[in-house]
């Protein structure tokens, strides 16, 4: 690990692919892709989910080889075998799923793989020395003997970029990085993207989110059904942008009519919960929500917004409070009477609570719905209603797959989601519960997964949405509380400005104010 | 996608490379889903047997995973044998006498396996012509038989389980307490047949569940590990046999050594082809117990319930399931199905009480279930097999001259190479299964 001594141009790198086409099977999933990354630009690389993104930047990271198409680094082609190839090349990459060992410290985490020694044994030191270095450098702050599982989940990524800077790479792929990340950490992101490009580096940001495009990029290429569509400059429009990447005009607001709400449906009084390490998450909330009206819950994640939830749904236990359902105390209840009461349950994680991916979509589609006529009952189930009654939903809910008897790990995560969705709709609802509903999902899906929560309102289910994107939950609420450490600030109308939604979730009330 | 004949991977066309959308107006993905459905019926069975038979699907693997460890073992019988052995010193003078040496030595003990397995044509000859009873003929496969019966069910103890994302280490302690409720009802009732045997079955059955159920409830709601605990209570189980069959009601007063009183005729399993073959209704019995176990994972609501609180315990109780109602159940059962395999130890074979009377057909459950690919009519394919080899071992050691423990290695072999399966691949340079490639292909771009 030499000093890095070279002056910013010197350092960029110019990229490019040409060609590129990567088949599985009868599937293309890279098809004649080409495009060229200047020496330091943020190159958007945009496209829904399934669209191809993920497949090209694991070509050019040496997963995957490609079936035709070559790669160009500084005008020379090269041959990428393996990731030892890309970042020998100069390329680094920092997944989406990061790569760290959560037992480890930052500077242990970042030396893995290239591990400094002095006669035989670990050099923590000149580790130690290399992170402070590069995180200043680059204005990244991270401390060296932090352990990765005591970092929130922005911090972790920083040491991800950490980690791939000490590698000399010229060239970045952040593979959609902000997926994970709470407003206010992707807005940081954004500042180290500027900050990194500023020193000289190149980066390959591949995401479906307009906005931090928008923000952020240089160019843009986007990318439909494996093809490229075009490169846009950031001025575009968003609606231009969006139409782009779904192949068709996206209606960005939802359209809804007034619905007058009628009595109360849920019913929170007083709840206090606590989260995992048994500290007070929520900390005594009372809300009601009624019939035909959408109750947004907002806030930055972390705020007792998931407690909330699983407590309601039976699955954390609440030490004091009250919980109905129709005027009936339904505190206490196991999540399977809860479910089987009228209550629908979008889990905020589905790849962890949602879905069980080695499951077909069928299976996946009566996952709390099993024990049902017509699917099954105390001992048998009845797979041919399962599967007859997916391939309906399937088309109801727009799942795109070859057949719903694929597992549902094969989904791509719009479309993962919607098979939650539509399990949960699927019966008659009383209350729907959406955490996070359109988290990590494309622009096509949220509109679609919009729509029908709107259509659940419409019928009169009453609905309870948390999210972290303030954009959704302005667009969709009828009356939106807004969340700060564990308890209910306020519930304001959706016409309330930004600003003033804003400092609510950043904990500022009127009256602190004034 | 318009050819009506499969095309070799990769060549096809692409479902991306049509229009986006059709005449008919629908989305192009929908136009897909109906092609893609043609494509696939229009590929015959036997066409995608053929694709499937060269390929690193789970049974070829397997299969080839039984004939490594048959070359393995040929291995080690040439340098476990003195004659052959030597006269590989001799290989640059002699070296096709040497090959045809150890050929012969190899080819002779593995035919003395075959004939001690399945049938012995020698004796199928004899009985053509008269000289030999049908008895002599099916008494391989007799043999077989009875050594599968209990395997198939410690298999599937180990394998319903491991579905359910548990590892079952204690089927044989649960066989264990299944022989000692059996053996107990057997030694100490004499109902008519028609009672006493179902009596005893059950509580064979009971017993063995009672022991896999504390597992489980241990497990649910204590966290313990159920590894750690089966182990425990594997030495438990064995130490209580030695004591239990020592105490005055049931220890034979006619024999010095540890052995119970006979179990009483009545309980007996009853043998199916002749009194004088030993197969009896044990084997019938495990495999109505696969084909429970595999309409359960298939069918059955609570094997629904296991299969998805194995892949993903949140996933199930966030659904509503109770996933620790389901560990508990799950472990009763898998219990219960090694008891049964201790029970048809005890009224099947052994009838009588010893502290051996299981032999370690717990532990090699365990194998036979990792064979099986925890599948439960593979357990029964991979619990034919083991049984085939120890009664084809019985038949080499005496005939050949060749060790039984060879056995005993050749299933470790098989294990070991179906638990390796890249090894198998490379050595056989297998393709790539279509229908694994197919499954591997993820939508996420």
Known sequence: MGPHTDSAEEAALKLELRGITKRFGDLVANDDISLTVEPGEIHALLGENGAGKSTLMNVLYGLLQPDAGEILVDGKPIKIKGSNDAIAAGIGMVHQHFMLVPVFTVAENVMLGHEPARGGFLDHASADKLVREVSQRYNLPVEPDAVIEDLPIGVQQRVEIVKALTREVDLLILDEPTAVLTPQETDELLEVMRGLKAAGKSIVFITHKLREVKAVADRITVIRRGKTVGTAAPAAPESELAEMMVGRSVVLEVPKKEAPPGEVVLQVEQLIVADDRLHRAVDGVDLQVRAGEVLGIAGVQGNGQSELVESIMGLRPAQAGKVSLNGRDITGWKTREVLKAGVGYVPEDRSVDGLIKEFSIAENLVLDLYDRDPFGGNFSLNPKAIVESAKGRVQEFDIRTQSPEQPAGSLSGGNQQKVVIAREMSRPLKLFIAAQPTRGVDVGSIEFIHKRIIAEREIGTAVLMVSSELDEVVALADRIAVMYRGRVLAVVPPETPREKLGLLMAGVTEEEKS | ?445
């Not at chain 2, 039984?66 to 030597?86: I, K, Y």
């Not at chain 2, 395999?341 to 074979?349: P, S």
């Open chain 2, 1 to 445: 996608m318009t050819s009506a004949t499969p095309e070799p991977e990769g060549t096809a066309p692409s479902p991306d490379k049509s229009p986006p959308h059709s005449e008919e107006g629908r989305p192009y993905w929908m136009v897909e889903v109906g092609k893609i459905g043609k494509h696939r019926r229009e590929k015959t069975l036997w066409q995608r047997f053929k694709e499937e038979l060269y390929a690193d699907n789970s049974f070829t693997v397997s299969v080839l995973a039984v004939l490594l460890a048959l070359a393995v073992g040929a291995v080690l019988m040439v340098l476990g044998n003195d004659t052959v052995r030597q006269q590989w010193a001799y290989f640059f003078y002699q070296p096709l006498k040497t090959l045809e040496m150890s050929w012969e030595f190899v080819a002779k003990a593995y035919t003395d396996m075959f004939k001690g397995a399945i049938v012995n044509p020698d004796t199928f000859n004899r009985w053509i012509w008269g000289m030999t009873t049908w008895q002599q003929v099916l008494r391989p496969i007799s043999e077989t038989l009875t050594n599968a019966a209990p395997l198939i069910l410690t298999g599937l103890a180990v394998a319903i389980p491991f579905r359910a994302g548990l590892f079952n280490i204690g089927a044989q302690g649960q066989a264990i307490m299944g022989a000692i409720g059996a053996g107990t009802v057997g030694i100490a009732l004499d109902l008519p047949a028609i009672i006493n045997l179902p009596l005893a079955i059950i509580v064979g059955f009971l017993c063995g569940g009672l022991w896999g159920y504390l597992v489980g409830i241990l497990k649910a709601k204590t966290g313990a590990h159920e590894v750690i605990v089966t182990i425990m209570l594997n030495y438990i189980a064995a130490l209580f046999l030695g004591w239990y069959i020592l105490r005055p009601a049931i220890k034979d007063p006619a024999r010095t050594d540890a052995i119970s009183k006979p179990v009483n005729e009545s309980a007996l399993l009853a043998k199916i082809f002749d009194p004088s073959l030993r197969v009896s209704l044990s084997i019938v019995l495990a495999l109505l117990a696969a084909a429970a176990m595999a309409w359960l994972l298939n069918r059955g609501r609570f094997g629904f319930e296991l299969r998805a609180v194995g892949h993903n315990p949140h996933a199930a109780s966030t659904a509503g399931m109770k996933v620790g109602t389901t560990i508990a159940m799950t472990m009763a059962l898998a219990g219960a199905l090694a008891g049964l395999g201790g029970t048809t130890m005890v009224l099947g074979t052994a009838t009588v009480l010893t502290d051996g009377v299981v032999g370690l057909i717990g532990f090699n459950g365990i194998l036979v279930a990792l064979l099986g690919r925890v599948k439960p009519w593979g357990v029964a394919a991979a619990g034919l097999l083991f049984g085939a080899l120890q009664s084809g071992g019985q038949a080499m050691q005496t005939f050949a001259g060749v060790s039984n423990e060879l056995v005993t290695v050749i299933q470790a072999m098989i294990v070991i190479f179906v638990a390796a399966p890249m090894l198998v691949k490379a050595i056989f340079r297998l393709r790539r299964s279509p229908s694994q490639a197919a499954s591997a292909v993820l939508a996420k771009g």
